[in-house]
């Protein structure tokens, strides 16, 4: 009968004031340099891109265990000048865990890019990026960098997010693929 089984492409849902808030900017060349992106990211050891559903066909299932073989959480920046290593995240990303990132790693990259203080960081909405914690840190630090106001529910703003799927799909195109979570450490580093 020619009839297609389609799942709707998930696009965050956006308000009509949050679209506004997206669309603030008018910058310059010079002031988008400024700024250092980031973001978080996991890659799964067995991933099924469910994207299409075309669930019977043998040329699009994949095979998967039980219990999954796990993954590995990422936190990656970079900024006009530099493209920072990313960092294994070994715990859940909790206000604490995220906050000895940025001390640890953001915090020094700030200072060799942007010496004079005039960067600007760019960070989500997550919870742990809006602990009151980390809100204080950046506060404490507002002489060397800014923070950036960053608009909800808006991933498609960010580059970083490309980054991570060049990487997904250089890793998934990886043969023989991953085997397991150690492996996937030395993969991502």
């Known amino acids: 009968m020619g009839l297609c089984n389609r799942r709707p492409t998930r696009v965050p849902l956006l308000t009509k004031h949050q679209c506004q808030l997206c669309l603030q900017w008018d910058w310059t060349m010079d002031d988008w340099k400024r700024v250092a992106w980031s973001d978080e990211s996991l890659f799964l050891i067995h991933h099924v891109d469910d994207r299409v559903s075309e669930q019977l066909l043998l040329s699009c299932t994949a095979g998967h265990t039980q219990a999954g073989d796990g993954g590995i959480m990422l ?19 909790k206000a604490a865990n ?9 915090h020094p990259y700030m200072a060799l890019v942007f010496p004079t203080g005039n960067g600007i960081f760019q960070q989500n909405n997550a919870p742990c990026h809006k602990a009151w914690i980390v809100l204080e840190w950046f506060e404490e630090h507002t002489d060397e960098f800014h923070l950036m106001s960053w608009p909800p529910n808006s991933p498609d703003l960010n580059p970083m997010e490309h980054i991570w799927d060049v990487m997904e799909q250089r890793f998934r195109a990886q043969t023989p693929s991953c085997p397991n979570i150690l492996k996937l450490c030395v993969t991502t580093a």
């Open 98 to 106: 995220y906050l000895n990132i940025i001390a640890d790693q953001l």
């Open 75 to 93: 936190w990656g920046m970079f900024s006009w000048a530099a493209l920072r290593p990313a960092v294994v995240v070994k715990q859940t990303m």
